[in-house]
């Protein structure tokens, strides 16, 4: 089983950027497949990047161009950088991580459904202004 453990975030203005953190142990992050969402308190959580074992990614319209996911096998560490945000950014966001039912995550195998996974972090706090 993987924890993950998300930092950064926090106040920033509109247009400023930031660098999230999911620091994962238990588990290497690079045989997962991951995710970063988030949530605010009037919509359901939702996908802003997914990204398979192999690398390969999914962003939402919403953030294409802005966002980058990136993953440090080494530091066992899932990134999102965030650049040109927006207020409609902010949110509490969340990484999340979850293998298939073979124990694995195959190239293509990036989900957009929060219940699809099962390992969350505690989520950290982003507020645009």
């Known amino acids: 089983h993987v924890q993950l453990v998300e930092s950064g975030g926090g106040s920033v203005q509109t247009g400023g950027s930031t660098k999230l953190s999911c620091a994962a142990s238990g588990s290497a992050t690079s045989r997962y497949c991951m995710g970063w969402f988030r949530q605010t308190p009037a919509n359901e959580r939702e996908s802003v990047i997914t990204i398979d074992a192999a690398g390969t990614t999914t962003y939402a319209d919403s953030v294409k161009g802005r966002f980058t996911i990136s993953r440090d096998n080494a530091k066992n560490t899932l990134y999102l950088q965030m650049d040109s945000l927006k207020p409609e950014d902010t949110g509490m966001y969340y990484c999340?991580?979850?293998?298939?039912?073979?124990?694995?995550?195959?190239?293509?195998?990036?989900?957009?459904?929060?219940?699809?996974?099962?390992?969350w972090g505690q989520g950290t706090q982003v507020t645009v202004s």
């Open positions: 999340a991580a979850d293998l298939n039912q073979f124990g694995a995550c195959a190239r293509g195998e990036r989900w957009s459904s929060p219940s699809r996974y099962g390992y």
